[in-house]
């Protein structure tokens, strides 16, 4: 028995039922978190596109803008471009649909650009379903299950078997909690586990869990060992390893400390600042440090200019090399694929919330 403890110290996984904040069981692996999450594909017929070829922004997020101006933008992210038919001028793109995805029923012109430049326009688009395939299972190694789960397993029925909404909480070698993912599943099956006695490996069923993208992988081990304890750890990432990183930043719950005084000085180094999560990075590091939160957009810059984000206003903040902002983000597209000036609206949002802003 003393071993198994010792197994359950190092465990780093914690499956949560989230209706009632009770634990199902923690374990220290776990199989299928990372893999490939359902992709639609749309043939984009008649296209026409701008200077940059689809090799050049594989991995952008991209808005896709109906014709009808009545109709919403819908978001395409972590794009990639597939071999189109030959002879039809086409382009193929797969991608992670936002929650909306297109407008229900319309097929035809759209326009496509990445928030940055426009990237092309076709006459009409299309669907392209995918071939029906089984999710993967969700497999929990080394487990050591709660008393709930133990009398549900024992029952041995389908509806104990449900565990209807449940939360898997990741912690990283300190122990702390850095990431969440959510899932409906039930269990497949289960067995004991190679890890030790007691302990049993929980296949559960992957269906509705969409698993960390594997170009996620390496950032999320890096992660595990720690937060960031350096300033500019992303700084060498493109954009799309970046929104991954800024998606650890954002689970990440906040350090505890209290808000600093009003009057406090705060420094930005802007040198890396060349596309929109770098500029969130950016600010996050300037107020709460390597890894530090501040806003994942303007509205929620505003939310956290007005405290508990380790931040009182009025403050200062001295942005260095301010102008590799204002070349990168001062033309950027809104989802609708208007310009505007990102650095302005930046600078003016900070502004209005109590934050002087120096540049050097």
Do not use: K
């Not at 017929?45 to 803008?65: A, F, K, N, Y």
């Not at 497999?139 to 709660?146: C, K």
């Not at 505890?256 to 802007?270: F, K, M, N, T």
């Amino acid at each position: 028995m003393q071993q198994n403890r010792g197994h359950r110290e190092q465990a780093r996984y914690a499956l949560i039922d989230t209706a009632s904040g009770h634990s199902w069981g923690v374990c220290l692996a776990v199989d299928g978190l990372f893999g490939e999450p359902p992709r639609e594909t749309y043939e984009l017929l008649g296209w026409q596109p701008e200077e940059i070829e689809p090799e050049g922004w594989i991995g952008d997020r991209v808005w896709l803008v109906p014709r009808d101006e009545t109709l919403g933008p819908w978001l395409l992210e972590d794009v990639n471009s597939l071999e189109p038919p030959a002879g039809s001028g086409s382009l193929v793109l797969t991608g992670l649909d936002d929650h909306e995805g297109p407008p229900e029923g319309y097929r035809e012109a759209v326009r496509v650009h990445n928030e940055y430049r426009p990237l092309g326009v076709c006459r009409e688009f299309a669907r392209i379903l995918p071939a029906e395939r089984a999710a993967a299972p969700l497999v929990l190694r080394g487990l050591a299950p709660g008393d709930r789960l133990r009398r549900a397993l024992a029952q041995g029925t389908r509806r104990a078997a449900s565990l209807e909404e449940a939360a898997l909480e990741i912690r990283d070698d300190s122990g702390e909690p850095f990431a969440t993912r959510l899932l409906w599943t039930s269990v497949s099956a289960w067995r004991s586990s190679s890890h030790g006695t007691d302990l049993i490996d929980l296949e559960l069923d992957g269906q509705h869990f969409t698993p960390v993208p594997e170009h996620a992988r390496p950032l999320w081990q890096q992660w595990m060992n720690g937060p960031p304890r350096t300033p500019g750890a992303w700084a060498g990432l493109g954009t799309r390893q970046r929104l991954a990183w800024f998606d650890l930043v954002r689970e990440r719950p906040p350090r505890a400390h209290p808000d600093r005084p009003a009057g406090h000085s705060y420094e930005l180094d802007g040198r890396h600042v060349t596309d929109a999560p770098g500029l969130y990075l950016a600010l996050g590091e300037a107020i709460n440090g390597p890894g530090g939160y501040f806003g994942t957009c303007l509205a929620a810059i505003d939310d956290c200019l007005r405290g508990a984000f380790g931040h009182t206003s009025p403050a200062t903040l001295l942005w260095h090399n301010s102008t590799t902002a204002r070349e990168h983000l001062s033309r950027m597209l809104t989802p609708g694929g208007r310009p505007y000036d990102l650095f302005a609206e930046a600078l003016s949002t900070l502004a209005e919330g109590g934050m002087h802003v120096t540049s050097a």
